[in-house]
């Protein structure tokens, strides 16, 4: 079975801080998909990033960037400088079986940035 | 390109009919749809998996009989939910997979449903 975790509920902070949200998923498939979403006030859920279990590069977009650690089943999420419009919920998802799987949900951080 | 609408966006039902949502992928084919529920400060819970022309597999604890999912085309999925109940109200979302592309999952803007 797969899960994700992502401990951090809420996430509060002053806008051009850098925050890092935490994600660690359980599967016993070695070939996966990683991802992370975006959930503004709207509902809307936005595709950020899409990670396969055989790429351990990190990445960097723009002010966003992806750390993962097949070590530690963790795939963290880092945006620096954050801004006030980056405040949304964030879900971090496992989909196993090379994606021919369902995706699996964490219960998502929700992250305010003050300005 | 890998657009997917919902409609209606919101609806409100009174207690005890019938509401339908609509999950319509604009561009591909999608041989597989997926519908989600998510309650308030929630995330979201996989409510049944719909292959093209074959019945739908339902989640563990959802109700089939309340939640009637129809798959008939590529680019169409409808959700029903019947004798709404005011905790039927939620967040429905659904998602699509390419046929062509194999695992992305395009998800639909969602419908607030409100059962009042």
């Known amino acids: 079975a797969q899960k994700v975790t992502q401990a951090q509920t809420e996430i509060s902070v002053v806008e051009k801080e850098d925050v890092t949200l935490d994600c660690v998923y359980e599967t016993r498939d070695t070939t996966y998909y990683l991802f992370w979403y975006k959930q503004p006030p709207s509902g809307e859920l936005v595709f950020l990033i899409r990670?396969?279990?055989?790429?351990?590069q990190n990445e960097i977009s723009g002010r966003y960037s992806w750390n993962f650690q097949k070590s530690t089943s963790s795939f963290n999420f880092t945006i620096t400088a954050s801004q006030v419009v980056d405040s949304a919920v964030y879900f971090c998802a496992l989909t196993a079986q090379g994606g021919s799987e369902k995706l699996v949900f964490g219960k998502g951080t929700k992250l305010t940035v003050n300005p | 390109g890998a657009v997917v609408s919902q409609h209606p966006s919101w609806v409100i039902c009174k207690s005890g009919t019938s509401v339908k949502i609509e999950c319509r992928s604009l561009d591909f084919q999608a041989t597989t749809m997926f519908w989600y529920r998510q309650f308030p400060k929630q995330s979201l819970m996989l409510m049944a998996t719909?292959?093209?022309?074959?019945?739908?597999?339902?989640e563990q604890g959802v109700e089939k009989d309340k939640f009637l999912i129809n798959h008939a085309s590529l680019t169409l999925s409808t959700l029903t939910v019947t004798s709404a109940h005011p905790e039927d109200s939620s967040f429905y979302i659904c998602?699509?997979?390419?046929?062509?592309?194999?695992?992305?999952?395009?998800f639909g803007p969602g419908t607030r449903l409100t059962v009042t």
């Open positions: 990670r396969n279990s055989f790429d351990e």
């Open positions: 998602s699509a997979r390419d046929g062509a592309g194999g695992y992305e999952q395009y």
């Open positions: 719909s292959n093209e022309g074959s019945k739908a597999t339902y």
